[in-house]
């Protein structure tokens, strides 16, 4: 299956004689264009889920996989290029680096895995576009509102066509009408561009943008209604 499939994933940290068991046999598939959401108290795993799904953290038990491949058997070379071509990471703060412009904010994406084409300029530029910074392109981080610079990062998300888009608390430091407007624009592209997205939040004024919504607690995952 296209997308992401957890399937009976465990993560188990070890400190001493002490186990902290932070996801408890989770499984979950998030197809192409779906979006959803994972809510829960603090401590409750979300962050584990996420760096898990995002390759930045190997399962103690179960299987990752991303377009029908096991990324819990690759190694860190083959993990690398998987983080960099098939995943959009979208963090609370946008990350953005200071000397860049909005434009080269996204082409320096395409610099780190090869050269960059004048298609690559092409659709650095429609994705700022469809996200209503077609007129920032040479504006640099210090010069955008907080709204204006997560969606340059959430264009930034999609500029290696990936398959997944893992989003971590997206809203966090924006008023409500930009944290509204921010995940609005999330969801559309993701359902445009046909890519599976999971979005950590505490918000959630912001699931009805959701396809579905599943609470973590205690490591352990289930669907709400």
Avoid: W
Avoid at 54 to 73: F, H, M, R, Y
Avoid at 86 to 105: H, R
Wanted: some cysteine.
């Amino acid at each position: 299956m296209a997308g992401l499939q957890l399937k009976n994933v465990s993560k188990v940290y070890k400190e001493g004689d002490f186990e902290t068991i932070a996801l408890n046999d989770v499984s979950l598939a998030v197809k192409p264009g779906e979006f959803i959401a994972i809510i829960g108290p603090s401590g409750s795993g979300k962050s584990t889920f996420l760096s898990v799904s995002g390759a930045l953290l190997q399962p103690s038990k179960g299987e990752v996989l991303i377009n029908d491949v096991n990324i819990s058997t690759l190694n860190e070379k083959e993990l690398s290029k998987v983080r960099l071509k098939q995943i959009g990471f979208i963090l609370q703060t946008s990350n953005l680096i200071p000397y860049l412009t909005v434009l080269d904010q996204l082409l320096i994406v395409k610099r780190m895995s090869g050269k960059v084409s004048d298609e690559a300029k092409k659709y650095a530029i429609e994705l700022l576009s469809d996200l209503g910074m077609a007129k920032k392109l040479k504006k640099y981080p210090n010069e955008l509102s907080g709204g204006e610079r997560q969606r340059v990062a959430i264009a930034r998300s999609f500029m290696n066509n990936p398959e997944l888009i893992l989003a971590d608390e997206p809203t966090a430091n924006l008023d409500t009408k930009r944290a509204i407007e921010v995940v609005k624009l999330i969801a559309q592209e993701v359902k445009s561009r046909g890519k599976a997205a999971i979005m950590v939040t505490h918000d959630e004024r912001m699931l009805k943008y959701c396809d579905r919504v599943y609470r973590i607690e205690d490591g352990m995952l289930s669907q709400e209604a």
